[in-house]
């Protein structure tokens, strides 16, 4: 908080500071309009600096209002293992993201992916779809894409600190009502489809992430999974187009209803989040090393 | 070391009586109590105060960082004569802890897996000369990771007393040739290894417990319908027939798996942190999470040409150049470097 208001007050002496600032905090916002270039500082001959991420920032608004993410992959699982190794990783973690932008995106999201292929023509393959899952922690972070390409549903997994990652661009932020959308593979095509010359769409960096509250039809069954069951815990099915209320009540047999009162299975991640979210911060906005 | 048995009683009969009596007892929550049965031996903290527990736990840290700073200039505390390393020559290893398992890419784009070790508190504790030891090499003792001194008995003790080192949790022998003993009292830190060398590392596998011969040994064991009666995941037969008319010693069959030493061999370092003490080395290791290991050169014949002109006895903090933080094998991908264009 206090580097907040420290901020703020340089913001308030120069504008200069404020576009160096901006350009710092390109990082870790996403959007995914483009703006002209604002042009190198005149006067004093810097070393190459890479020119800025294509970024919209409200001059008018403070940092204490851009949204805080601290992507899931820095939070370590709860098991025994030393705090010094997810320190170590987490080091290497914000190293990459200085050289490769990592935006912010949610399940349900939906994303281009650059990868380099050395079987490609121009050595460079794209990829756009529905981020259907986010899995693993540390440097080993994976989100799947779904899309459908001449019919065929088509799946990717892609390791997000890889270094054959070369652009991951956000067409559109949005969240779902879960944050695990493997039913899809289930659900009719026109769920999982994402125009291949679908334009990026315009997002705010401020206030909470758009929900997209869709509940997906389903094809007949048999599904890959029993989504009806409670372990799954899908909120966004149509349940009542597709299954009897017989057979629904007949899924909550598979409820573990002391499941909720587990001590053992409670994880509180507040106070970890805060740490490292503003660890990642100040490390991110110092300048790339010399 | 107090072996003490207990005794665990039911007192279901006490709390019905303070329940009539309407007496509030401060045990009287719990159903069952411990009774000591065995009095002769006692543990450190049993008869003392609470400032006086604290007062050894204090002091006890405060001479462990006595002692480990009285040691961090090994070079200038008349050091034996350091040789030169020669191609028969063998040099000591190294205890580790094995933190955990992370990716890495190489500059092609290939994936490959490591395992972190960091090297705590890694001191040399005591030399054997070829006769005391086995009569054809030299042998050096070497601890790993900081322990308390309140549970060794005095004959382990006297080792670490010696050295002027605390006491250790895990205490190893390397066998060495005869250019490459130390000092007992040097510390070893993780750049003693350089990316690019290949070791051994050796390690108590995780216990399983008792184990049936499918998950011990792989058998196929039996299908699981089709008429098979109570015969799913056993042996099956135990071996020729008449002719040797017995069971040959030896014979693979259930019992108690992992808890052993193992080693894996041909492990490549990748990377060597020298601030926090941490090597990384290729593929997986045998013992679980924050468990002791031993790690040493290779004695692999094919890598012995990458194992050449290592930091020979030992590599030396005060002495050798300052290395920077972290040190990388040159086909590895670090992350500062743009992204691979393939």
Redesign the interface.
């Known amino acids: 908080m206090a580097a907040c208001t420290r901020r703020l007050d340089k913001v308030m002496f120069s504008i200069r500071l404020l576009r160096n600032i901006q350009q710092k905090n390109e990082r870790f916002l996403s959007t995914s309009m483009r703006r002209l270039d604002e042009g190198s500082d005149g006067g004093k001959p810097t070393k190459f600096t890479p020119p800025p991420k294509p970024v919209i920032i409200d001059k008018t608004q403070s940092e204490a209002s851009l949204r805080k993410f601290l992507s899931p992959e820095f939070i370590p699982p709860r098991?025994?293992?030393?705090p010094?190794?997810f320190a170590?990783?987490r080091k290497?973690?914000i190293?990459?993201r200085?050289?490769?932008n990592i935006p912010e995106f949610y399940v349900g999201s939906v994303l281009a992916v650059t990868m380099?292929?050395?079987h490609a023509s121009g050595?460079?393959n794209r990829f756009m779809g529905i981020c259907i899952q986010r899995g693993g922690h540390?440097?080993?972070a994976t989100f799947v894409l779904r899309n459908i390409i001449d019919g065929q549903g088509v799946e990717i997994c892609y390791?997000m600190?890889?270094?054959?990652?070369?652009q991951l661009e956000v067409l559109k932020l949005e969240k779902r009502l879960d944050n695990n959308l493997m039913y899809l593979r289930d659900a009719l095509p026109e769920y999982s489809t994402v125009n291949l010359d679908m334009k990026p769409v315009p997002h705010s960096v401020t206030g909470d992430v758009p929900v997209n509250k869709t509940r997906v039809r389903m094809r007949p069954k048999p599904w890959s999974k029993r989504w009806e069951r409670p372990k799954y815990n899908v909120q966004g099915i149509r349940f009542d187009l597709c299954l009897s209320p017989e057979k629904l009540e007949h899924a909550q047999k598979w409820a573990e209803p002391w499941r909720e009162y587990d001590m053992l299975k409670e994880y509180d991640t507040t106070a970890l989040e805060e740490r490292f979210l503003k660890e990642v911060q100040t490390e991110m906005s110092k300048s790339t090393?010399p | 070391m107090a072996a003490w048995t207990c005794r665990f009683l039911l007192y279901r009969g006490a709390r019905v009586l303070a329940g009539r009596t309407g007496a509030v007892a401060a045990a009287d929550s719990c159903l069952f109590q411990s009774v000591r049965t065995v009095k002769t031996t006692t543990w450190w903290e049993e008869h003392l105060t609470e400032d006086n527990k604290s007062y050894m736990r204090k002091s006890l840290g405060e001479e462990y960082n006595r002692q480990i700073a009285a040691k961090l200039h090994p070079l200038k505390d008349e050091p034996w004569p350091r040789q030169e390393w020669t191609k028969e020559s063998r040099r000591v290893g190294l205890v580790a802890?094995k933190?955990?398992m992370?990716?890495v890419?190489t500059k092609t784009?290939e994936?490959h897996v490591v395992t972190?070790l960091?090297v705590q508190d890694c001191h040399v504790l005591n030399y054997l000369s070829k006769e005391e030891y086995d009569g054809h090499t030299a042998a050096l003792m070497v601890g790993g990771k900081n322990a308390s001194p309140f549970y060794k008995s005095d004959e382990e003790m006297e080792m670490f007393r010696l050295a002027g080192v605390p006491p250790k949790q895990k205490v190893t022998t390397f066998k060495v040739s005869d250019n490459a003993i130390i000092k007992p009292g040097t510390p070893l830190y993780a750049a003693h290894f350089r990316p690019g060398q290949y070791v051994d590392v050796t390690a108590k596998t995780i216990g399983k417990g008792f184990q049936g011969v499918m998950k011990r040994y792989g058998f196929k064991g039996q299908p699981a319908s089709h008429g098979q009666t109570k015969t799913h995941r056993r042996p099956g037969a135990s071996g020729p027939g008449g002719d040797p008319a017995k069971v040959f010693k030896g014979k693979k069959m259930p019992g108690m798996m992992g808890n052993v030493f193992d080693t894996a061999h041909g492990l490549k370092v990748w990377r060597v942190?020298t601030r926090?003490n941490?090597i990384y080395v290729h593929g997986s290791v045998p013992g679980h999470?924050?468990c002791l290991l031993k790690v040493r050169d290779t004695n692999l014949p094919t890598y012995v040409e990458k194992n050449i002109n290592p930091p020979f006895p030992t590599f030396f903090c005060e002495e050798d150049e300052q290395l920077p933080e972290d040190l990388y094998d040159e086909d590895l991908?670090i992350?500062?470097?743009?992204?691979?264009?393939?």
Not at chain 1, 79 to 82: A, E, P, S, V
Not at chain 1, 161 to 166: A, D, G, T, V
Not at chain 2, 335 to 342: A, C, D, F, N, R
């Open positions: 098991q025994r293992i030393n010094l190794k170590i990783e290497d973690m190293q990459r200085k050289v490769l380099a292929d050395p050595k460079t540390g440097l080993g390791e600190y890889s270094p054959r990652l070369q090393c | 802890v933190l955990g992370a990716p890419w784009g994936r972190m960091q942190n926090y941490v999470k924050n991908f992350h500062t470097q743009p992204s691979l264009t393939l």
